[in-house]
């Protein structure tokens, strides 16, 4: 018992010497225009269906190599009324929203002590994909069955009664809703943001795992692999953003923030510089660049790249790749850090993660042109675990910049 009370203590007092710095003073960074291709995904026109009253099944499955998931709302119906299989939670919207980002599934709650929130599974396919709006319609049963080519899912909340003072998106790590981001969000809500979290659901990249290369130019293969989870995430946001806008059209005239925990860290600089004229704070909470590097150190990735006979490459062969990869310009932070609004950036990094290893947070964070940056004495674990510590000077930062 009092090796317990001793390890409260010691985390305590760990946790209030967060180290601070501010913005270092440096030559303006002139950033270079990269040329990306544009993300390829199937556009659809502009509807809004509800699915309601009779609504009883959305099944949404990603069929990919690396992580494939199964997604599923169950609606149950009583007395003339819908609630969640899962959460037993009224229910009242479901509806579908189609446009130039996909598809998006939502469902909202019925408010509960003055908070309204949303549940939401947004849904894309490639360009070349052959996929009508009848196919996202439910069948006979009441039931919707998709497969698509990517998705997220992603939790809204708002107070009721009153027009929210801007737009907060919360890019999770692959946890997804953890207590870290839950804090965060409640932060935020009570200062009247209306709060969006973004994950991937369910499933996760198993640790040590094989990744076959078929390309005759690895790195390549590697920035492929990458570029189609930054382009998921990239078009998850801007459908989901268009969905908050349409709910609260003030929303336009106020201020939006972009926020990266862990691997939402990571792909956060590529939402950014797609709609970097919208965003006012950018907040990378455990990220870093150069992620061919961090998918092979990450202690949770621990990745092991192969040629396409299956046969692991040689360091000598891997430090080639890497240069490689940091010649070739892409969406991954090393190049789009150095595009983010040095004054309204702040970097939180564990300082012995590794997880997503400090030194690569520390490149983030030079990349980036060394913007105002906190740094916590502990790992990647230790960093969330006592989130609520300083979740409120987060909250409190964030309102400094946008005010």
């Given at each position: ?14 946790g ?42 959305i ?46 599934y ?15 599974r ?38 009721v ?61 590697v ?19 268009n ?52 998918v ?51 970097i ?27 740094i ?28």
């Amino acid at each position: 018992m009092k090796s317990i009370y001793f390890l409260i203590v010691l985390t305590a007092a760990i946790g209030c010497s967060m180290k601070r710095l501010p913005a270092v003073a440096t030559l303006p960074i002139h950033a270079v225009k990269y040329n990306l291709a544009p993300c390829d995904i199937l556009p659809f026109e502009d509807k809004k269906i509800s699915l309601l009253p009779s609504i009883r099944l959305i099944d949404c499955s990603v069929k990919n190599e690396l992580t494939p998931e199964e997604v599923e709302f169950e609606f149950i119906h009583t007395s003339g009324q819908i609630f969640g299989k899962q959460t037993g939670k009224l229910i009242e919207e479901v509806n579908l929203n189609t446009n130039e980002y996909g598809a998006n599934y939502y469902l909202n709650y019925a408010p509960i002590n003055g908070v309204q929130d949303s549940l939401g599974r947004w849904c894309c396919w490639n360009e070349n994909a052959n996929i009508s709006i009848n196919y996202l319609l439910p069948d006979e049963l009441n039931a919707v069955h998709i497969e698509s080519d990517g998705g997220m899912i992603y939790r809204a909340s708002w107070n009721v009664g009153s027009q929210p003072r801007g737009l907060a998106i919360i890019l999770c790590g692959l946890g997804g809703m953890q207590h870290a981001s839950q804090v965060l969000g409640h932060a935020l809500l009570k200062r009247n943001w209306a709060v969006v979290h973004m994950y991937t659901a369910l499933k996760v990249p198993d640790y040590s795992m094989e990744i076959k290369l078929q390309n005759d130019e690895p790195a390549l293969s590697v920035i492929e692999i990458f570029n189609s989870k930054y382009c998921e995430v990239i078009n998850a946001t801007k459908a989901v953003r268009n969905r908050m806008e349409s709910k609260f059209p003030s929303l336009g005239d106020t201020s939006t923030a972009l926020i990266g925990i862990s691997a939402g860290a990571l792909n956060a600089p590529a939402v950014y510089n797609e709609i970097k004229d919208d965003i006012d704070a950018i907040i990378l909470i455990a990220g870093g660049a150069n992620m061919f590097e961090i998918v092979q150190d990450g202690a949770f990735t621990n990745w092991k790249f192969t040629n396409k006979n299956e046969l692991r490459f040689s360091k000598i062969e891997l430090a080639k790749m890497n240069e490689k990869y940091l010649q070739t310009p892409s969406r991954d932070p090393y190049f789009l850090a150095e595009l983010l609004p040095k004054e309204q950036t702040l970097i939180v990094h564990a300082k012995w993660d590794h997880v997503v290893p400090f030194k690569n947070g520390d490149m983030l964070y030079e990349r980036s042109g060394m913007p105002e940056r906190w740094i916590y004495p502990s790992g990647h674990l230790g960093l969330f675990a006592t989130f609520e510590w300083y979740a409120e000077d987060i909250a409190e930062w964030l309102q400094s910049k946008v005010n």
